[in-house]
């Protein structure tokens, strides 16, 4: 507990933390907020998925996310701050599990704020095109199940790229360096997929952190996924859980 007081200390009083977790809501939210104000179904009947829609945001946010994650990790390698923490903190597996301890709490909670929004502003939004239960799609409640898994999941998603974030950081210690990283296993991987064979896309689309992890927000035509929601989250965790212990084995046996 002293080890995730003190991580919630330096995140709290670490500049710029509060506004950046806020922009990622915010970003969050606008972004599905315009992409549900832009969906166009004249005729009805269009392949639409409202759930995944309104949290099209997700991929805007997670940008910041994984900003604050690397920041909260590599600013005390900047400052050499690290050496005080580590020497206050000998078991050096210990500082790192309470860093993404905290950063996953505070990123947990700004993303239920987030996907909240983001399924109000949806809801609303998209009844005014025309993408309503009552046209044939999706309900866009958290009380239907599909719905609400997809939220769970999007806030879960978020957490997972913290922590993902976190690992990466701890390894490589340069923030520049680290959020360069994360963004291109991120980003790079969608491009990399559309630019192979329809079997090579496939495969690459289910080891990619990002798109097999935002299957968990796919509420229609499950069936053509590579992977189940669930499977898709899963490997986003698998890229979290590997980068957390390359993390930790490198913060254990090399000098701060």
């Not at 390698?77 to 050496?83: C, D, E």
């Amino acid at each position: 507990m002293t080890a995730v007081h003190a991580e919630w200390t330096k995140l709290r009083t670490l500049p710029g933390t509060g506004w950046l977790l806020l922009a990622a809501a915010a970003l969050t939210a606008a972004g599905g907020a315009i992409a549900a104000n832009s969906v166009s179904c004249p005729a009805g009947g269009c392949q639409v998925d409202p759930a995944k829609v309104s949290l099209t945001g997700i991929d805007l946010g997670q940008t910041v996310v994984a900003i604050v994650a690397v920041t909260v990790v590599s600013a005390e390698y900047s400052t050499g701050m690290i050496r005080l923490t580590l020497a206050a903190m000998p078991r050096r597996w210990l500082v790192l599990a309470a860093k993404a301890a905290v950063v996953g709490a505070a990123t947990l909670v700004t993303g239920t704020v987030a996907v909240l929004a983001s399924v109000q502003a949806g809801e609303l939004l998209l009844a005014r095109h025309g993408i309503t239960a009552a046209h044939g799609y999706q309900a866009l409640s958290l009380g239907q199940g599909p719905v609400l898994r997809a939220a769970v999941g999007s806030v879960l998603y978020l957490a997972l790229i913290a922590l993902f974030s976190v690992g990466v950081a701890a390894a490589v210690r340069d923030s520049a360096v680290a959020i360069g990283m994360v963004l291109a296993l991120l980003y790079l991987f969608p491009i990399i997929s559309n630019a192979v064979s329809p079997a090579w896309h496939r495969h690459l689309d289910q080891l990619s952190p990002m798109t097999a992890g935002l299957y968990i927000q796919v509420t229609a035509d499950l069936r053509s996924l590579p992977l189940t929601p669930w499977q898709g989250l899963g490997v986003l965790a698998v890229w979290a859980a590997g980068a957390m212990l390359a993390g930790a084995l490198l913060l254990r046996f090399r000098d701060a």
